[in-house]
Structure formats: C-alpha cells, structure tokens
T-cell receptor, first 115, second 110 residues
Framework: AQSVTQLDSQVPVFEEAPVELRCNYS??????LFWYVQYPNQGLQLLLK??????LVESINGFEAEFNKSQTSFHLRKPSVHISDTAEYFC?????????????FGQGTILTVHP | DTAVSQTPKYLVTQMGNDKSIKCEQN?????MYWYKQDSKKFLKIMFS???????INETVPNRFSPKSPDKAHLNLHINSLELGDSAVYFC?????????FGPGTRLTVL
C-alpha cells in the first residue's frame, strides 16, 4: 500500500537555528507533494506544494522543500526558525496525478521552537 | 469571506445519537472531501465528491453518510454515534490538486 512516513514525531530546536523535517513516500510513480501546517486548535494550512517543474519549492515565510525522486523524499527545511513556527507539520501525497486525487498524510511532526 | 466553513465547531453528544456536520465552500471548486483526524493527530480521508457525485469512499462504516445537495456543500451525517467516532472532522475542497481545509469540527461522544 502507498504510504507517507515522517521520520520524526517531534523536533525541538532553538530560535534562529536551522531545521529539517523529513518526509519519505513509498512509491516513485507520478506524485504531487505537499506540506501542511496546523497551529494548535486550528485547521490545516497549505505551506508549499510540488506539482511539476522545479524540484525546489519555497513558501512565503522562508520554508523550502525539495522533491527528490530517486530517494522518494520531500524534506522540509528552514535556515532560521522563529518562535511562531511552533506547530505540527504534515507531509501529504497525491498519487497518480488525478484531478481529484485523495491526499495521503504522514503521521505529523511537532516542531517546537524554544527561545 | 471564509473559503471553507464548517458548522458546528464543537459537538458534544451521547453514544447512540445521530448528528450532522455541515460544510460549505465559496471557492467555486468542483471537488469536496471529508477527513478524520484521530486523537493521535493522524489524518485520513473518508469521502470525496466531485460535482455532487461520490468518487472516493474509504472503508468508512455505513453509519457515516455524506450528502452533497450542490457542489458548494458537503454534509456528513453520522448515525448511532460510538465512542470511537470522537475526532476532529475536516472538510476540504480542491482545485487543480490544491486542497483547502475548513477549520474542523471537534466531535466528542460521551
């Protein structure tokens, strides 16, 4: 079965340190890749996405992710985190590229930024 | 000008009751979804509708019945609620593979 694995359930870091949240998926067939962020007691917000084109995608608040087809990974990085980045981050995949494909989510990674 | 809205935000009810959650999107999208987030924060798709037609049904008990009166609305009715139904339910709509989520409905079954 197709699956998404987020290798770290919790990542604690200090403010202004770099961070990487890891995501691997099970199959290298046509995929669309996403990172969503969930702040406490809130819904999911799309952080960034890879649909096609450049394998490096960026968000407006400094996060970036790189699609690596050979390693079936889509790791999320930020060179310098802020306290406000504290949230849970979900990696998600649509396989097959259908126009109404279902999202399969990873287990989530809780990022906690300490002062 | 909320894009995807859900009502109610919180729902507390007794086992055995029947309840509904409503979802509306004003984005003009053709496809809508229901996801369940369990107590461990794991998110799983339940249903998807495209232009009022069911296209994804992920082994969800028959007690759960989605209804789409028009493409802007996708409601979820749950019969005979069980303790295990306690979760946060998220509605979403999509355009070109980008899904927009509602704020969620936290259902607690006592």
């Amino acid at each position: 079965a197709q699956s998404v694995t987020q290798l770290d359930s919790q990542v604690p870091v200090f403010e202004e340190a770099p961070v990487e949240l890891r995501c691997n998926y099970s199959s290298s067939v046509s995929v669309y890749l996403f990172w969503y962020v969930q702040y406490p007691n809130q819904g999911l917000q799309l952080l960034l996405k890879y649909l096609s084109g450049s394998t490096l995608v960026e968000s407006i608040n400094g996060f970036e992710a790189e699609f690596n087809k050979s390693q079936t990974s889509f790791h999320l990085r930020k060179p310098s985190v802020h306290i406000s980045d504290t949230a849970e981050y979900f990696c998600a995949v649509i396989w097959g590229g259908t126009s109404y494909g279902k999202l399969t989510f990873g287990q989530g990674t809780i990022l906690t930024v300490h002062p | 000008d909320t894009a995807v809205s859900q009502t109610p935000k919180y729902l507390v009810t007794q086992m055995g009751n029947d309840k509904s959650i409503k979802c509306e999107q004003n984005l003009g999208h053709d496809t809508m979804y229901w996801y369940k987030q369990d107590s461990k924060k794991f998110l799983k798709i339940m249903f998807s509708y495209n232009n009022k037609e069911l296209i994804i049904n992920e082994t969800v008990p028959n007690r759960f019945s989605p209804k789409s009166p028009d493409k802007a609305h996708l409601n979820l009715h749950i019969n005979s609620l069980e303790l295990g139904d306690s979760a946060v339910y998220f509605c979403a709509s999509s355009h070109h593979n980008e899904q927009f989520f509602g704020p969620g409905t936290r259902l607690t079954v006592l």
